[in-house]
């Protein structure tokens, strides 16, 4: 910045304001009023859309963007385990568009079919042309053993995606007897937010402690390890009881074979389990629509880690749950995260520049109960063409931390919930 | 000039302003990220540029750069308490710790109205008065002191972050330490929280 004098700073805008005309051509202008920078449209209203929308408009508010996403109403997967605890209000957990609209980014709420070169095919909207797109549709489900997408609204919850089925299962857990059983199954990797099914199995414990103390919890999981395993650990010992027979009862390396549905019996090793509150998460992929328009590979959509922009479509982002951003989790944090570097770099590129160079953060907090916090973060950097972790960063909370230490730790939890929130929805 | 080339000069000139702060003015060639692209990683605990909504994780914006340089870098040092800015601040180098800093510095600061006592927080003017403005000045408002912002600092934080500085678990600057000590023997531990409700009154 140095030699950025007054004079040259004029030479080019010069050249931009002539690439603008020139380079650009009407692609950029096409389908968009005086001044417009671009067209930008955002396939899913979740943390990497919203994100995303807010973060082209502070850069360039000339930059025409549109979300299209289904639902008036945005339920955050993060935090809702707290709705199951009951520690939570479902609607503390509900957001709308309304603060994105004041921005003025257009909200179309309607379901994207297929992303095209140039366009995004909508289900009741026609077809809505773009000069880049942006898509973060979150997870899609591999159901297996009966339960499909239509079971999970009414009677099988996994309430992996926040909303009817949080309340589904919250219910299911007030109406559950004193003295019954929990199954939980977490899901194979990778899947959204490693440390979720854990922090589940922590706030339904809570839940229970407090009210139907003769109750249990049986988790069976296909992994030997889970995220944050020994924290969790640590936390269930102190404040439930961990083992057979105990109000905790962890399976490692076990899946459910069968499930009977109308009984809730599930057929799991040498073992038949009758649960009175099932919860199977399923496997999961890349939204349906990363399918359709063909930016998959195998289940997830590979991007350019400097700009999340597919390697399988040009002009058309990947970010979020269904990219492949390895060694970052797929979390809402890293989410958010990921949303700024690709609008940094699709404003960049409206704009006739090079992406900017990239920075990430992940973290995830997870309330063991409302006083004993913990966390993992991480840094990471863009380096030899991919995301790398920075040596030295992040990591877990110390397992030594006070009680004090533990209980700042769900305020601080609880501030990271409302600062993520306003940063991607507004407030 | 003919005005439909003014505008467009205009319009490149505003555009490539609010581009250059985005992209950190390096036009990518430089291996490292821009104060404000790695700002906006923080952006998710700290707020959108910085300023919190609360209720505990404090606002960064509109502090001095010296401040925010100095406190990222006794996290990363272990200098600083904390129970998780260590392992933060501990993927940034010095100079990308200072580019951080200085893009945070010039956000602006927003204090937050909380909910607060009205008798405690005037009690706690005339204490602040007394023991703090004299390097926290304009009620802990001026960036410039390089002393952190207290008015409209988030209570719950200001509440931490006193009660390190008093166990001794952070330490406060010599003379700081001294009018915390004053404080304490003179007015118990009511006088930090009439203190605090205090800066939870500012507009
Ligand atoms: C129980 C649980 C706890 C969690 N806890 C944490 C946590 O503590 N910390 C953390 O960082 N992360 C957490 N996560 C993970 C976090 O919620 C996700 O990683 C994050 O939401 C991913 O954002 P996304 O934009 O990829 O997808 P989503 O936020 O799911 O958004 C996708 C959006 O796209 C829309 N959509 C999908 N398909 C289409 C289509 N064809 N057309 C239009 N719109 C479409 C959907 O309706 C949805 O609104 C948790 C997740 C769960 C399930």
Redesign the pocket.
Known sequence: MSNFTRRNFLQVSGAAAAATTVGFGHSVLAGSHGGSKGKVVI???????ATAARYIKYADSKIDVTI????KH?Y??????EVLGGNRSMDSIKFSYEHLKKMGVKVIH????VVEAKQVVTQKNGKVTFDKCIV????DFKFMHGQTAANAETDLPH????GSQTMLLRKQLESMKDGGTVVISPPTNPF??PP?PA??ISQIAWYLKNNKPKSKIIAIDPKAKFSKQGLFVQGWKKHYSLGEGKMIEYRHQTAIEEIDIKTKTVVAGVDEIKADVLNVIPAQKA???AFASGLTEGDWCPVNHKTFESTKMKNVYV????SVASPMP??????NSQAKVAAAAIVAALHGKDAPHPSYVN????AITPTDGISVSMVYNFADGKIGKVKGSGGLSSADASEEERKRTVKYAHSWFTNITADSFGR | MNLKKTMLITAALTSTAALSAFAGSHGGKTATASGEMLGNTCAGCHGPRGNSFGPAIPTIAGNAATYLSDKMKAYKSGDAPSSIMGNIAKGYSDAEIDAMAGYFSKQAYKPMAQKHDAAMAKAGKKLHDKYCEKCHSEAGTLADDESGLLSGQWMPYLEYSLADFQSGAANAPKKMATKLKKLHKKEGAAGIEKLIHYYGSAK
């Open positions: 396939v899913g209203g979740g943390i990497g859309g299209i996403e289904p639902n945005y955050t997967c993060f935090t809702s385990n309607d379901v994207a079919t973060s549709p979150g997870v309430a992996w995606k926040a959204r937010c979720g922090e589940r939204g349906k629509i970010i979020g749950d269904s797929k979390s809402g944090y890293a989410c973290t995830c907090y997870s």
